[in-house]
């Protein structure tokens, strides 16, 4: 009698086909659910995982949310680089359309810094569309102190200009939307060039840069501020100061012109050198003037024949005129 094995599962009765023997059992496999959700952690460790990047591979993505550099801050995060390392990775996404390249979400000073040091980037890399791009940038502009309120504004500006709603903007920014009216009324008042020029004015909330909204509707205001743009001490001033002077510039009330000094009468004598009267020209025209007291009957005469008077002195005039012309 052959030794039953230990292993068996099964112990067929005897005389039983072997065709009638059950197939053996397939092992189990991990569900479905559970190989998606191992892949989910996997993506999310990955996501979370902190990399090094060529910073030749990174290309700019996203809106502006910086109007100009401060050069002295970019100075000492080079410095504070270079001395102890980079301490918060930044966020990168791979590039839509250029396959091993990234494009950046935030910390652009940061890359900024590290290109000039030469050293890699330390960064996470996280799948996002244009949406969550926005979305990440904005959420991170709000918890960074150091941005200001045209910045900001700004910032909302490009993207209703990009096409999102008020409620996006407003979760973007983590504000409400009384607020994002608020931000979109300077915002939108200004282009970029020109918010460039002036800079992040850290030191100019928003009633100041309203106030600069309602001057640069006067007449003459916007090329007053725009001759100054282009003067070499603007350059010369620090971002408050640069919207400081602009503001200035567009409350300035222009010179009226210097009215040209009035000639004064011409005295106008009679044959025997008596004053009969006075004659006085202006822009606006010729008075004749005769004193009722020195004429002696004069004034009511020169009155009764004015018309004709003048008629003859016309026709003079009319006939030099055309005499000079010949």
Do not use: C
């Amino acid at each position: 009698m052959a030794r039953k094995g230990i292993f068996s599962d099964n112990i067929l009765p005897a005389g039983k086909a072997e065709a009638d023997r059950p197939a053996p059992r397939k092992p189990d496999l991990m569900p479905r659910g559970a190989v998606g959700a191992l892949q989910s952690s996997l993506a999310r460790m990955q996501e979370s995982a902190v990399q090094d990047v060529d910073p030749a591979l990174i290309d700019d993505a996203g809106l502006e949310d910086r109007l100009g550099l401060d050069s002295t801050a970019q100075k000492q995060l080079v410095e504070s680089l270079r001395t102890y390392g980079q301490q918060v990775p930044v966020l990168l996404r791979p590039h839509p359309e250029k396959r091993g390249r990234y494009e950046i979400v935030y910390g652009r000073r940061r890359l900024r810094a590290l290109r000039e040091l030469g050293l890699p980037v330390k960064a996470m890399v996280r799948q996002l569309d244009d949406h969550a791009l926005v979305m990440a940038q904005g959420q991170e502009n709000t918890a960074r102190q150091d941005l200001s309120f045209i910045e900001k504004a700004s910032f909302a500006a490009q993207l209703q200009e990009a096409g999102y709603d008020r409620p996006t903007i407003a979760a973007a920014l983590s504000i409400d939307l009384p607020m994002v009216s608020r931000m979109l009324k300077v915002g939108t008042a200004f282009p970029l060039p020109f918010l460039r020029q002036i800079g992040s004015a850290p030191a100019i909330g928003r009633d100041r840069w309203m106030l600069l909204v309602d001057a640069l509707k006067a007449e003459g205001a916007h090329n007053r501020v725009h001759a100054f743009l282009n003067r070499p001490e603007f350059t010369m001033l620090d971002t408050n100061a640069r919207f400081e002077a602009v503001l200035a510039k567009a409350l300035a009330q222009p010179k009226a012109p210097t009215p040209a000094p009035k000639a004064p009468p011409r005295r106008l004598s009679a044959g025997d050198g008596t004053e009969i009267g006075q004659v006085k020209q202006t822009p606006r025209g010729v008075t004749l003037t005769v004193h009722a007291r020195d004429a002696d009957g004069f004034d009511q005469w020169l009155g009764d024949n004015a018309e004709a008077l003048v008629r003859e002195l016309h026709d003079r005039w009319a006939n030099h005129r055309s005499e000079g012309k010949e």
